[in-house]
C-alpha cells in the first residue's frame, strides 16, 4: 500500500483492498461503493464539520432503532433506495401487477383470517370491504394463495403503533387464502394518510428539506401461492391529497385504486343492509409465475 496518498490515489487504494476477497461479489460491491463514496467526496468538498455531522447522524440513527422501529429502513426509504431496488428486478408495467415497498408495519404473528371475516379488531371506523381476485398471466384463478394484508386506521395509526389502547392484540391485519375462483374477501375499517415517523434523525432530513412525511391512504398486500414469484404490494387511494406526494416513493400508477363510497341504507358486498356509510375497495392482482 503506497504512503503517498493524494485526494485521488486513495480511491484505488482502497479498493485494491478487497482484491483478496473470496466472494465476487464482495469484491465489486465494495469496490464500486468506494468509487462512488469517495466521488462523491471530492464532489462536494465534504468538510471535517460534515463529516462529524453525518456520523452523528448515523450514530443516531442506529440508536433510533428497535424491534419495531426501523430507522435505518426509513433513511433508505426517504431517500428513494428501497424503491430503487425493488425497481431494478421489477421495472412494473406489464401484465403483472406492479410490486413496492414492504414497508415497517407487518407483523409476521399476524391472525389467520376466514374470507368475509371481519379483520378490524377492536377498532372502530368506517366500514370498508375488500374484495380481490388472484390471476396467473393467462387470466386462470390462483387457487389457495396466501394473502396478508395490513392497513392503518382511519386517524393513519397501525395497530402496533397503539398496542396500549389496544392491549397488545393485533388489529386490521390478517392472512387469508384464495378460494377456488382465487377470491379473497374481507371487511374492515377505511384507513387514512398518514405521516412516516419524524420524532427521530429521518424526520431532521424531512424538515431540511421542506418535505411532506405523508404517505397516501394505502392498503398493503403480501401474496405467495406455490410455483408463483412473491408479491408484496399496496393499492393507493385515487382521490388521496397525497397520492404524488408519497414520502418514501412508494406509489405506481398501476396500484393506484378507487376506494368507493357507499351511503348509509346501501347493501355490502357480504349483503348486509347498512346503516352508516361504507367504502369497497375490488382488485384483481396478477402473479407472475416462478419460471418466468
Ligand atoms: C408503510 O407503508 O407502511 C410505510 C412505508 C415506508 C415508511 C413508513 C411506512
Ligand atoms: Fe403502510
Redesign the pocket.
Known sequence: MSIDLTAISITEEVQKTFDGAEDERVKELFTCLVRHLHEFTREVRLTSEEWFKAMDFLERVGKTCTPTRQEFVLLSDILGLSVLVDLIYHPGGGSVTDSTLL?P?YVEGRPTAKNGSDISGEVEGTPMFVNCRVLDSDGNPVVNAKVDT???DGEGF?DVQMQDKLHNHLAMRALLTTDAEGRFWYRSVT?LY?PVPTDGPCGEILRAAKRSPM?PE?V?FWLHADGFEPLIT?LVRSDDPYLEHDAVFGVRRNLVADFVHHDAGETAPDGTRMNEPFQTVEWTFVLSRAED
Open positions: 414497508g408495519f395490513w392497513h392503518s397501525y384507513p398518514y404517505r394505502h398493503h399496496m
